[in-house]
């Protein structure tokens, strides 16, 4: 494994990662706020003697992405007290992190603890963050008063001091039944499990009837505890303390490759992830039975539980289960949040594993694909994109796109402005145009031609295409790509070519288009935008096209000629006083409108700030009003939502 290669590739995501040796001997266990900066890093810079040490020995990386960086941490921590990697802490004790216990029993009492005692207590966590952890037993104490004495003594004469201050509900001197108690405790359970919006709805209804009754005291105490519940974090998705045995199998696919991913609990922790790469023609399940049946075998017998991200319900597969091992484990999907978490975790890890596949493998299958499904003299390693954007005939625009060996190569894209179609709607001369200017000047100098042209469009588009490379005696293999229905049209075609949704080939021409459309309308965009910043500035009386010019390059943007003192503005341009205060109105109005405000009609600005004509447009005599007062334009609360801006220029 080329391991600076795999670390730039490595996911933007949270995650631990696993150095091993050329024995596949784990030697390193890290983990990551985000994979690839952590992963890019030991091959940047100097690195002290251990860091040199490690990456030698080191011969290959594998990653296990999470939720976030928390789930990170608690990963990290039971994979290397699990596998005691040699480059790494030894970890000796087993309860690093502590945890919130609630006890069994008629009366159980809750409190933190870092020791696992096995006699049906029921325990939360573990929190890394003990501050959060002590804020959520503050919550319980103040809202479920639970008894707080080690050792419950019936009978008392007296209850203590917590019950005068309403935080125990004294069991001890028979002042709450064991049924009003386990209220209580049911409440702290679910608050601690995650199940907090049936809870929030109870004690939404218990503040009702105490603000009914006149206790407002306890009314607001309840407000407040369902304020301090929406707010705390769901459960851990790598540790909770469920000693059932679990898997969780989740996958993805694409066309014919697919990748598992297995992520396994057992004693209530997340001992382990292991990914499969398959090839597969058959449907979802059964690759599924294949896949289970090949996994699970005597040395690895299933545990009882195992959820899939498919529901799966099979007499065979049961059958099989029961001959193998002699009992049938539970296959589910999930209907609790906490397990589609983990589901959903070993998924997302199934398929940045597809990903990894597929840049190694290249788009190479892909290609020769297509190059056998439209009967291409050559395998189309490079492939040239074209689309054309404009809106009511402003601004249109064309992009050309280049790919080499089915990834974008980004150094050869070109952005034409269209002369030929200012002011019309005319796709098949606009196509026309710029097919021509990139040909024309190939030929001319001599370079070399694309394996494959693609347009968007139908077979309109191509045929206006053929027709300019046929002028210019090019020989070269021509396609469209309708959005539609996703057909393929060749030159003079009577019918398309239909591909299956899921076929590679077509994927690779999709990527394509979409490409060239982004980079159309992008270009479109920023000249429509740059038009609008103009035609505002021009609309003042005394301001054309030079002075407008001249304001958005000192200002760059409408946000900063809205903010700017009238002063300034004349300096800028060399307008007036009363021009300048016109022109920060203007500018304010702009904003306002791409705010939401009613637009009326075209309006034009005297001197005064005043719009000619046109009652709506008051606020910008007022704005303007404000300017010349020498006081504080409403505009200028406006600037702070600034908008990217950009700079234009021929192609």
């Known amino acids: 494994m080329n391991l600076k290669k795999f670390a730039g590739e490595a996911p933007k995501e949270p995650g631990v990662y696993m150095m091993k040796d050329a024995e596949n001997r784990i030697i390193y266990i890290g983990k990551a706020r985000i994979l690839r900066n952590r992963l890019t890093s030991y091959f940047s810079g100097e690195k002290d003697i251990k860091t040199r040490i490690l990456l030698r020995r080191a011969a290959s990386i594998e990653t296990i992405i999470v939720k976030d960086e928390y789930e990170a941490l608690l990963l990290e921590n039971t994979l290397i007290k699990q596998h005691s990697p040699r480059y790494n802490i030894n970890l000796k004790d087993g309860k690093t992190y502590p945890m919130i216990r609630l006890t069994k029993g008629p009366y159980p009492r809750v409190f933190r603890t870092r020791?696992?005692?096995?006699?049906?207590?029921?325990?939360?966590?573990?929190?890394?963050?003990?501050?959060?952890?002590?804020?959520?037993?503050?919550?319980?104490?103040?809202?479920?008063?639970?008894?707080?004495?080690?050792?419950?003594?019936?009978?008392?004469?007296?209850?203590?001091?917590?019950?005068?201050?309403?935080?125990?509900?004294?069991?001890?001197?028979?002042?709450?039944?064991?049924?009003?108690?386990?209220?209580?405790?049911?409440?702290?359970?679910?608050?601690?499990?995650?199940?907090?919006?049936?809870?929030?709805?109870?004690?939404?209804?218990?503040?009702?009837?105490?603000?009914?009754?006149?206790?407002?005291?306890?009314?607001?105490?309840?407000?407040?505890?369902?304020?301090?519940?929406?707010?705390?974090?769901?459960?851990?998705?790598?540790?909770?303390?469920?000693?059932?045995?679990?898997?969780?199998?989740?996958?993805?696919?694409?066309?014919?490759?697919?990748?598992?991913?297995?992520?396994?609990?057992?004693?209530?922790?997340?001992?382990?992830?292991?990914?499969?790469?398959?090839?597969?023609?058959?449907?979802?399940?059964e690759s599924l039975e294949l896949f289970i049946t090949s996994y699970y075998d005597s040395s690895r017998p299933p545990p009882p539980a195992v959820f899939l991200q498919t529901n799966i319900s099979n007499r065979l597969l049961t059958g099989w289960f029961k001959e193998k091992f002699g009992f049938e484990p539970e296959l589910l999907t999930p209907t609790e949040k906490h397990h589609a978490a983990i589901l959903a975790m070993a998924r997302h890890n199934a398929e940045e594993e597809l990903r990894q596949r597929l840049r190694e493998r290249g788009a190479g299958p892909a290609l020769d694909e297509l190059k056998n499904l439209l009967r291409l003299k050559n395998r189309p390693d490079r492939i040239e994109g074209f689309d054309v954007a404009q809106l009511d005939g402003k601004h249109p625009v064309a992009s050309l796109v280049s790919f080499a060996g089915g990834a974008p190569d980004k150094k050869n894209y070109r952005r034409y402005k269209l002369r030929s179609v200012i002011g019309v709607v005319d796709d098949f001369a606009s196509i026309r145009e710029a097919v021509e200017r990139r040909y024309s000047r190939l030929a001319r100098e001599n370079r070399e031609l694309p394996d494959l042209i693609l347009i968007d469009g139908g077979i309109g588009q191509v045929n206006a295409a053929k027709g300019v490379l046929d002028g210019l005696g090019l020989p070269c293999s021509l396609a469209g790509l309708a959005k539609r229905e996703e057909e393929i049209w060749l030159p003079n075609a009577k019918e398309p070519i239909r591909l299956s949704r899921d076929c590679e080939a077509l994927k690779v021409l999709q990527f394509v288009r979409d490409e060239c459309h982004r980079f159309a309308t992008s270009l479109n965009q920023k000249l429509r935008s740059a038009d609008l910043r103009l035609t505002a500035l021009e609309s003042v009386e005394g301001i054309g096209p030079k002075r407008a010019a001249a304001l958005i390059r000192r200002y760059r943007s409408i946000e900063g000629i809205a903010a700017a003192e009238a002063e300034d503005i004349t300096q800028a341009c060399g307008c007036g006083l009363s021009a300048a205060c016109a022109v920060r109105a203007a500018a304010g109005l702009a904003l306002a409108e791409r705010k939401g405000r009613p637009i009326g009609t075209r309006r034009r600005f005297g001197p005064s700030g005043k719009a000619e004509g046109d009652e709506e447009r008051k606020y910008a005599a007022d704005l303007a009003a404000d300017a010349l007062a020498g006081g504080q334009s409403s505009s200028d609360g406006m600037a702070a939502e600034s908008e990217p801006e950009y700079t234009t220029g021929s192609v």
């Open 115 to 285: 020791h696992i005692i096995e006699d049906g207590s029921d325990y939360f966590g573990p929190f890394p963050n003990v501050g959060a952890m002590d804020g959520m037993l503050d919550v319980i104490d103040r809202i479920f008063p639970l008894r707080k004495c080690r050792t419950l003594r019936l009978k008392r004469s007296a209850p203590c001091m917590y019950y005068h201050i309403d935080r125990c509900l004294a069991p001890c001197c028979g002042k709450s039944d064991e049924a009003a108690y386990s209220l209580q405790v049911d409440r702290v359970r679910k608050l601690l499990s995650g199940d907090t919006a049936s809870l929030i709805t109870e004690l939404s209804g218990e503040m009702k009837e105490e603000a009914a009754a006149l206790r407002f005291e306890r009314a607001a105490q309840l407000r407040n505890a369902i304020k301090t519940i929406e707010g705390l974090n769901e459960s851990s998705a790598v540790i909770d303390f469920d000693p059932q045995g679990r898997d969780y199998i989740a996958w993805a696919a694409e066309g014919v490759l697919a990748s598992f991913s297995i992520f396994s609990m057992r004693g209530g922790k997340l001992t382990g992830r292991e990914l499969y790469r398959t090839k597969s023609a058959s449907d979802e399940g």
